[in-house]
């Protein structure tokens, strides 16, 4: 009987075959040069709020570990530029559409971000796309938005959801058939834009991975100024060089380390870090290896974060004791630090309304005044609204990550926008079916720093939309000499210095009091207090 019924369900297979169309008896199998030459005649006009034209297609054989693919590129009416890679073979089915960083402005030909450029997620078998968000410029220049509206829109709203719309129609010309799931990762401006599509386009993805969000974008900038203007002196000069912020993360870290039960450099949680820098003070019996007057002062600004003149905090938290400070003194051009070049370009040409233009200087910015002047911009910057319950009734899974040594972005912002997401959504049980944060101890902007900071994030997010397992815990490594490869996974056992557990926040986590500290497995998680 069983050998019966496994004949007729073979001839059953065969004639629905039989009636497969072209198309899906295409997607069915690998894919040819001549496939991808023939989205030439294809018309994208009549995409549905996101009119599209194609103005390169290229085949590229598989090389160097990629599978052959289909390189598009194009744009959305009337001004956003995308790059689109299809793979010709091995498709899993799944489309990813990954976010910019900075000020965007470029897609695949000019912004790469480890561990989720499009070429290691074609190496996954996706189809991934990303965009300029309306604009051609550098990452770090804003002038594009000069009193032009349409194209703070496309930044702030429009952009990365009609390119989302854009590339799964290309994806089902080319395949027969539509993405069986959407995935969209991104980090920082990246990690806003994931926000933005929860909040506004609850159907465009399935899951998404919001790295360090830049939320209130204004209010990042101000912080920059902030910090800027506390690590300067009168004259200008920098109050806090490279001996003094080494002098001081030192020291912060050798008081709060074992704040995660085990002496290694980090800080599990750097909220219970009561780092006060009046302990570093010169005095009467220390004149050297000490911190001056000004220097105590700039560095407790930092740590607070921006503040009116009557003192309240504009913001939620500054900067983690345990960052390096020199980082504020890091050159981007014109003899400008990061954070002047950064926060000059967006009040001159984009926070305000209208725009001051050039002319407008960083000294100009007050606190309490101009502050209050942000609104206008903000109302389409902000990816602050919690209320999620249209994401979480579509099954939309979501996963924040941060790093606590994040300089660019604080992480605090992060963790007060998900426990108001907890407040309005009922709760943190009914957050957790679908909304995740994980707080990543020593990792800087996005990626980098002493951490175990190689987390396969893609993989947990597929295994919470496909399979149904929210993610538990996720695991960070920490590799030797970081290089590209380190973000395929499974990693090389051998590139691994240690391993570290992250929890869904808002556990943090503790040596158990036994084996292997650079084995994650001796590690267990705790609840804040």
């Known amino acids: 009987m069983a050998r019966s019924w496994s004949w007729f369900t073979m001839i059953i297979v065969a004639l629905l075959a039989s009636f497969a169309t072209p198309e899906q008896a295409k997607a069915a199998s690998s894919l040819k040069q001549s496939d991808c030459s023939d989205l030439n005649d294809a018309d994208f006009s009549g995409v549905t709020d996101a009119p599209t034209q194609i103005i390169q297609i290229k085949y590229v054989p598989s090389a160097n570990g990629l599978p052959a693919y289909c390189y598009v590129k194009g744009y959305v009416a009337s001004n956003i530029n995308f790059e689109l890679e299809l793979p010709l073979e091995n498709w899993n089915g799944k489309f990813v559409e990954v976010g910019c960083g900075g000020f965007c402005g470029v897609s695949l030909d000019g912004y790469v971000e480890p561990g989720h450029d499009c070429d290691l997620l074609l190496r996954r078998g996706y189809v991934c796309i990303a965009s300029d968000l309306g604009h051609r410029s550098t990452i770090p220049d804003a002038k594009w938005a000069y009193n032009n509206k349409d194209a703070i829109f496309d930044f702030a709203i429009r952009g990365a959801h009609v390119v989302a719309l854009s ?3 290309i994806a ?5 058939k539509t993405p069986q799931r959407s995935y969209f990762w991104g980090c920082s401006t990246g990690g806003r834009q994931g926000l933005v599509a929860a909040q506004n ?3 465009d993805f399935d899951g998404i991975l919001a ?3 830049a939320l209130n974008l204004s209010a990042r900038f101000v912080a920059m100024l902030w910090n800027d203007r506390s690590m300067k ?5 920098p109050l806090i060089g490279s ?4 002098f001081i993360q030192a020291a912060a870290i050798a008081e709060c380390d074992m704040n995660d039960g085990v002496k290694d450099g980090l800080i599990g949680d750097p909220r219970s870090c009561r780092f006060d820098p009046k302990r570093l003070a010169c005095d009467k019996t220390k004149a050297a290896g000490c911190l001056s007057p000004s220097q105590v002062a700039a560095v407790q600004k930092v740590l607070s974060g921006p503040t009116n003149a009557q003192g309240t905090p504009l913001y939620a938290g500054g900067l983690s004791p345990e960052v390096n400070l020199d980082e504020l003194n890091q050159m981007r051009r014109g003899g400008q630090t990061r954070p002047q070049y950064f926060s000059g370009e967006f009040f001159r040409y984009m926070g305000f309304m209208p725009a001051p233009g050039p002319a407008w200087r960083n000294d100009e910015f007050d606190f309490d005044r101009d502050v209050r002047r942000l609104g206008l911009v903000e109302a389409q910057l902000a990816s602050t609204n919690p209320d999620l319950r249209r994401f979480k009734a579509n099954g939309g899974k979501l996963i924040v990550y941060q790093g606590w040594s994040d300089v660019p972005i604080s992480p605090f912002p992060t963790i007060d926008y998900y426990e108001t ?7 943190i049980k009914v957050t957790q079916d679908f909304m995740r944060l994980f707080m990543v101890p020593g990792m800087e902007h996005c990626v980098g720093g002493p951490g175990a900071v190689q987390v396969d994030y893609l993989t947990a997010l597929e295994n919470w939309v496909e399979k149904g397992e929210a993610p538990q815990m996720l695991v960070g490594s920490h590799v030797k000499d970081e290089t590209e490869a380190d973000w395929i996974f499974p990693l090389d056992p051998e590139r691994i210095k240690f391993t570290r557990p992250i929890y869904p926040y808002p556990a943090r986590v503790r040596y158990s009091g036994h084996g292997d500290p650079a084995k994650y497995t001796s590690f267990e998680p705790e609840s804040t207090p």
């Open 167 to 169: 590339g799964k129609a």
């Open 172 to 176: 089902q010309k080319l395949y027969g």
């Open 421 to 427: 997401v907890t407040r309005t959504m009922g709760g």
């Open 211 to 213: 790295g360090a969000p």
């Open 243 to 246: 001996t003094e912020a080494r």
């Open 201 to 203: 386009f609850p159907e």
């Open 233 to 237: 002196d009168q004259s200008g000069n």
